[in-house]
């Protein structure tokens, strides 16, 4: 069965950097997309960004363009979040979720369970 | 870029149909995709490409989207269908997702 498990969530003080990872199982991996979409306490879902299957494409929301690089590993499974320059406002519960694509249009119907960070000033 | 309007909340008696909608920009050329979240859970896909359902998913759930605006609607709701509803659809020219704001529907 498709299984995403996030890591390396915590607590980390504003200016400094982290890199969460998810690991992949149960699929193909490198024939999917895949993203980031997040969760502030409280609030809604916000789209981080997106990898594609191959790597070839990287998109972000505005508020992390500079900051934050995804990336993929497809010898290894893995997706990869790199975080510099955390901000308060970054703080969420961070999920992995892989691409539904069909008729043009495209979905996750898989998701991790989501890994917490929390940016401290 | 893309705007997606949803209301905060729902309130709906047990057995009853819920509708929820999802409104943006001609709404109705885009596909939309429907999930459900439960506190201190992971989004469930319920309803994606506007009408069909993931495997798993029961036929209460029902989506359409034939204009402003696109819904989805829970018929015979159950205690166990409250949660946040976002509805999303996907912006091809970047690959963003872009998601609603989120319905909250609770079953009294």
């Known amino acids: 069965q498709v299984q995403l498990v996030e890591s390396g969530g915590g607590v980390v003080q504003s200016g400094r950097s982290l890199r969460l990872s998810c690991a992949a199982s149960?699929?193909?991996?490198?024939?999917?997309?895949m993203h980031w979409v997040r969760q502030a306490p409280g609030k809604g879902l916000e789209w981080v960004a997106v990898?594609?299957?191959?790597?070839?494409?990287?998109y972000y929301t505005d508020s992390v363009r500079g900051r934050f690089t995804i990336s993929r590993d497809n010898s290894e499974n893995r997706l990869y979040l790199q975080m510099d320059s955390l901000r308060a406002e970054d703080t969420a519960v961070y999920y992995c979720?892989?691409?539904?694509?069909?008729?043009?249009?495209?979905?996750?119907?898989?998701w991790g369970q989501g890994t917490l960070v929390t940016v401290s000033s | 870029s893309y705007v997606l309007t949803q209301p905060p909340s729902v309130s709906v008696a047990p057995g009853q149909a819920a509708r929820l909608t999802c409104g943006g920009n001609?709404?109705?050329?885009?596909?939309v995709h429907w999930y459900q979240q439960k506190p201190g859970q992971a989004p469930v896909l319920v309803v994606y490409?506007?009408?069909d359902r993931p495997s798993g998913i029961p036929e209460r759930f029902s989506g359409s989207n034939s204009g402003n605006p696109a819904t989805l609607t829970i018929s015979r709701v159950e205690a166990g269908d409250e949660a946040d509803y976002y509805c999303?659809?996907?912006?091809?020219?970047?690959?963003?997702?872009?998601f609603g704001p989120g319905t909250k529907v609770t079953v009294l």
């Open positions: 979720a892989r691409d539904r694509c069909s008729r043009g249009t495209c979905s996750s119907e898989y």
């Open positions: 149960g699929f193909t991996f490198s024939n999917f997309g």
């Open positions: 990898v594609y299957f191959d790597g070839s494409n990287k």
């Open positions: 001609n709404i109705g050329s885009k596909n």
């Open positions: 490409d506007d009408i």
């Open positions: 999303q659809v996907w912006e091809s020219t970047s690959g963003h997702y872009v």
